[in-house]
């Protein structure tokens, strides 16, 4: 009888320490849900999607916790670097909800910060990791994963983190020329590679930072795809089987440095005068930013944005 009660206690008292560990994250999560007007039920369903692709993409092996767990553990080495699969994470999340509301709601940071316990969670653990000791992605990952248990993985503030996390590695590891493959063909500016190794270079402190609190206060349409390419070209795209992908290159001063044109999925052809009237368009665009921490002078961020055929 005395070993069944001392069994029950442990469990309970395991359960209740873990329950206070992941308090703080719960609190965020559902203050970030109460924040969208359909209480993140588009967000739970793009989650979902890209859960999928990644499923038949032998990415992650199923939905459970443990699946997610080591999917975390392997973004932390070099085995995501194999990972392959067709869809934007980001770009989807980002109809409903924006990629910061979701990593870096500063109202929902805030009541996070303000719970009594937030010290003794994992998540303000991890950040005193990310902004002191880690130089690199991949390193902060392995850091972050030694905090972290199976069962951190049932809450979806660390499944998503999981997957932006995913998106961020894909995004600045991506450096290559000029390709045409059976998925894309990539037009861009002459510095382009040398400035996506910038990018990649920067401190990943820097870029988590940047990321979590710049704005951009201006919001450049893209547009001019449409007026380059013209009727005639716009009349044979597949707009179901064909995406058009700009990506800007900005400094501190929201000025663009370089860019890239990516054509996802059919494949358009287009002449060079083309090309260089949708790049030069794209270079002669700027950015107003805000929220840019006072101790980082120089710094280099990229935006990308998806043009729609109508």
């Not at 009660?5 to 965020?28: G, H, M, P």
Request: with cysteine.
């Amino acid at each position: 009888m005395k070993q069944i009660v001392l069994t029950v206690l442990i469990i309970f008292n395991v359960s209740f320490i873990f329950s206070q560990e992941i308090k703080a994250e719960t609190i965020y999560q559902k203050c970030v849900y109460n924040s969208l007007s359909d209480k993140g039920a588009l967000l739970k369903k793009y989650t979902k999607e890209f859960e999928n692709v990644l499923i038949k993409s032998n990415v992650l092996k199923d939905s459970t916790s443990k699946a997610y767990f080591e999917l975390f553990k392997a973004l932390g080495t070099n085995k995501w670097k194999n990972f392959n699969y067709n869809y934007s994470y980001i770009d989807s999340i980002n109809k409903t909800a924006s990629y910061k509301t979701v990593l870096g709601n500063s109202d929902c940071k805030e009541v996070m910060r303000n719970f009594k316990d937030f010290k003794k969670s994992k998540f303000f653990k991890m950040r005193t990791i990310s902004v002191k000791e880690c130089k690199t992605m991949e390193e902060l990952l392995k850091k972050m994963s030694f905090f972290l248990e199976e069962e951190d993985f049932e809450l979806d503030f660390y499944k998503y983190r999981t997957l932006l996390f995913l998106e961020d590695l894909i995004d600045f590891n991506a450096i290559e020329n000029s390709i045409i493959d059976t998925n894309k063909v990539i037009y861009k500016t002459n510095q382009h590679s040398n400035y996506l190794l910038l990018v990649k270079n920067q401190p990943y402190n820097i870029t988590i930072r940047l990321r979590e609190n710049v704005k951009l206060e201006s919001n450049p349409t893209i547009s001019f795809i449409g007026n380059c390419l013209g009727d005639t070209t716009l009349s044979t795209i597949d707009k179901a089987k064909t995406t058009f992908v700009l990506e800007y290159i900005i400094n501190e001063t929201g000025i663009v440095l370089s860019c890239s044109l990516t054509n996802y999925g059919e494949r358009v052809t287009l002449t060079n005068s083309q090309i260089e009237c949708i790049l030069n368009q794209a270079m002669n665009s700027s950015f107003n930013l805000s929220g840019v921490p006072e101790d980082i002078n120089q710094f280099y961020l990229t935006v990308k944005k998806r043009y729609k055929f109508n």
